[in-house]
């Protein structure tokens, strides 16, 4: 049954709350691509910034320190670059890539398994009203609607569902994040993961998901090149380097990475030297490593 505005006022529900239907011109055309696709959806928020490229960042409940700093960090970056970063708001990784997304001022939408007129988990009242504010909520749920068990599920594959990728920050072996993971394998979108350590209950499932094929994510700036958002303004960076890491910058630009060696044979320089210069770049932000390479960051 679809719930128009007529429905909703005979029920009472807050006038905050909007309702979109699958005919309507602002229904997100990904969406209309996926399996089942949910024939209304109600909102509270910025219902645009779902046409806006959009990446998923989930992960468990129950997280470590290191995967909480890293949702938040991916939220943010996402963010700085236009991406709207979609999540289920809830506690753990979820939250945290919500609340990266809005320290960076960026989009950032809920999908909700219950009515967006409900909070949960409780404990995230804060955040739900700073997302309607800044963000969005949104659900297929009727308001009104308790957040049964079997709802979550069936939330996960809208939150796939609207984003080119998902990226699975961390995840035990049966986790929902595997289940969206899942659903956005089934709808061919991208999925990376976060490698994590293997002795860690936290990281088995993430780690799978890289056996299986999962692109890894090695550097935040990872996760913008599948998005074609990756690119260094060169002018940018001369204007913030000193000659001499302006130097090693269009080095790396020019091969796509380098080792340190190789970067110490070019200049006829000791490590010595170049380790120092090399520290400093990633600080600025415009290199990271990985696997004993340097890249260029994606600014």
Not at 2 to 22: A, C
Not at 176 to 188: C, F, K, N, P, V
Not at 233 to 247: I, M, Q, V, Y
Request: proline share 5%; aromatic share 6%.
């Amino acid at each position: 049954m679809i719930w128009g505005i007529d429905r909703m006022k005979e029920y009472n529900f807050s006038e905050r709350v909007q309702v979109l239907t699958s005919g309507d011109p602002k229904y997100p055309g990904i969406l209309k691509e996926i399996r089942k696709p949910p024939k209304q959806l109600f909102y509270i928020g910025n219902i645009g910034m779902l046409n806006e490229i959009c990446v998923a960042v989930v992960g468990s409940r129950t997280s470590t320190l290191y995967g909480r700093n890293v949702a938040k960090q991916i939220g943010r970056r996402l963010a700085e670059k236009g991406v709207t970063v979609i999540s289920g708001m809830a506690l753990g990784i979820d939250s945290c890539a919500h609340i990266g997304a809005l320290e960076a001022a960026g989009f950032t939408a809920a999908v909700l398994g219950c009515g967006v007129d409900r909070c949960y988990p409780p404990e995230n009242f804060e955040l739900k009203a700073e997302l309607e504010r800044k963000g969005l909520v949104l659900s297929e749920y009727p308001p009104g609607t308790a957040p049964e068990r079997y709802n979550f599920p069936e939330r996960n594959r809208i939150i796939s569902g609207l984003c080119q990728m998902t990226v699975v920050v961390q995840a035990r072996n049966r986790s929902g994040a595997l289940i969206t993971a899942e659903q956005a394998a089934d709808q061919g979108r991208e999925i990376m993961a976060v490698p994590g350590n293997i002795d860690s209950q936290y990281n088995l499932g993430n780690n799978k998901l890289i056996k299986e094929g999962a692109m890894p994510l090695i550097c935040i700036d990872d996760i913008l090149e599948p998005l074609g958002l990756n690119g260094v303004d060169p002018e940018r960076a001369k204007a913030r380097l000193s000659n001499t890491e302006f130097e090693i910058y269009n080095m790396i630009r020019q091969k796509g990475e380098m080792s340190i060696d190789e970067i110490c044979m070019n200049m006829g320089r000791d490590p010595s030297y170049v380790n120092p210069i090399l520290s400093v770049m990633e600080m600025k932000g415009f290199t990271c490593s990985a696997l004993g390479k340097i890249f260029l960051a994606n600014m």
